[in-house]
Each structure stands twice: as structure tokens, then as C-alpha cells.
């Protein structure tokens, strides 16, 4: 069976410091690959999706970055945070049948 | 564009009445529509989908495309149905568009 998972669980960051969320996905290839934020208000926007290794689509400009060094992981970074991204955020991947399955979450805090 | 629409950032109802969870859409093709939900200390998880025309833990959404909706429904609500609930819709590109999503609360 698929499943997805996420780590770190929750970060403290300081404004300013790097970020590296990762995603890696098990029991599935060549998956499609997503990272929302979920903000409270705001529902799940899309950030970036990959299709496939070094394939990444940006939906939204920001400071934040993404990469596919390998076909089922998916990172998450920024090379300096924001107030701003701190937030909640999901990692999904989509099956043939167009369902997406979420990872377990970030939760990150930039103080 | 796609868009999705759903009005009620919160909605409260008691338990044993009925639920609506509203969601609009805006798509000019044939979408697909989905709702997603989300219980407390829980991952987001697929409730269910229109095309399936299922009905999952008692609810049921029909997708009407002369009004651009696909509200959720439940007869008679639970305690247990208190979650955040996204609705979402893929039309032509490879990605979903989600709502902003309603925080149900049932109340004993």
C-alpha cells in the first residue's frame, strides 16, 4: 500500500535561517507531487507540483522553493524565511484516479 | 480560471438536524468536483467524489452545473461530523483547485 509521510513534524525557525521540508513516498512511482499550505481563514493554496524528477511548477510567487531529486521525494525549501511562512504545510500525491493523498503536515513557526 | 467558492468559514448545527455545507464553482468545461475532510488530529483524507455518486458516512453531494454547485448534505448530523471540510475541483490542468474550506461543528 501507498503512504506518505513528512518530516519535521513541527520547526521553529528564526526569520531569516533556511528551510529544507521534506516528502517521500512509498509504494508508488512516478507519482504526481504536491505542497499546499494550509492557513487558518485561508483554506489549502497550491504552492508548487511536480510530475516527475526536476519537474517542478511554481502556482503561486513567494519565497519559497521546491525540488524533485528523486521520484517519490519531494522538498520543500527557502534560503531565508519570512514572518510569513510560517503555517501548516501538506504534502499529497495523486493516484490514476485523481484522488489525492495528504501527508501528515509541517507545522512551521518563524519567529 | 478555476475557481471554488465556499461561503461559510463556520457553520454549527446540532446533532440529529440536517447539514448543508455549501461549495460554488466557477469552470467553463466539464469539471470534476470532490469534497475533502479533515477531523481533529487527523490527516486530510478524501470523503467523497461526484462522479462516484456514492454516499460516504451519510453524506452526499450532487454536482448541479446549471447552478455551479455541489453542496454537501447530511440528513442527520453526528457528533462525530465535526471537521474542517474542503471542496475541490480539477478541471483541465493537472492540479486541484480547493475552497477555503467550513469548520463544521455538530453540537450535542
Known amino acids: 500500500s501507498q503512504t506518505i509521510h513528512q518530516w519535521p513534524a513541527t520547526l521553529v525557525q528564526p526569520v531569516g535561517s533556511p528551510l529544507s521540508l521534506e516528502c517521500t513516498v512509498e509504494g508508488t512511482s512516478n507519482p504526481n507531487l504536491y505542497w499546499y499550505r494550509q492557513a487558518a481563514g485561508r483554506g489549502l493554496q497550491l504552492l508548487f507540483y511536480?510530475?516527475?524528477?526536476?519537474?517542478i511548477s511554481s502556482e503561486v510567487p513567494q519565497n519559497l522553493s521546491a525540488s524533485r531529486p528523486q521520484d517519490r521525494q519531494f522538498i520543500l525549501s527557502s534560503k531565508k524565511l519570512l514572518l510569513s511562512d510560517s503555517g501548516f504545510y501538506l504534502c499529497?500525491?495523486?493516484?490514476?484516479?485523481?484522488?489525492?493523498?495528504f501527508g501528515p503536515g509541517t507545522r512551521l513557526l518563524v519567529l | 480560471a478555476q475557481r471554488v467558492t465556499q461561503p461559510e468559514k463556520l457553520l454549527s448545527v446540532f446533532k440529529g438536524a440536517p447539514v448543508e455545507l455549501k461549495c460554488n464553482y466557477s469552470y467553463s468545461g466539464s469539471p470534476e468536483l470532490f469534497w475533502y475532510v479533515q477531523y481533529s488530529r487527523q490527516r486530510l483524507q478524501l470523503l467523497l467524489r461526484?462522479?462516484s455518486r456514492e454516499s460516504i458516512k451519510g453524506f452526499t453531494a450532487d454536482l448541479n452545473k446549471g447552478e455551479t454547485s455541489f453542496h454537501l448534505k447530511k440528513p442527520f448530523a453526528q457528533e462525530e461530523d465535526s471537521a474542517m471540510y474542503y471542496c475541490a475541483l480539477k478541471g483541465s490542468a493537472r492540479q486541484l483547485t480547493f475552497g477555503s474550506g467550513t469548520q463544521l461543528t455538530v453540537l450535542p
Open positions: 461526484h462522479i
Open positions: 511536480s510530475v516527475g524528477i526536476g519537474q
Open positions: 499529497a500525491w495523486k493516484s490514476s484516479s485523481e484522488t489525492q493523498y
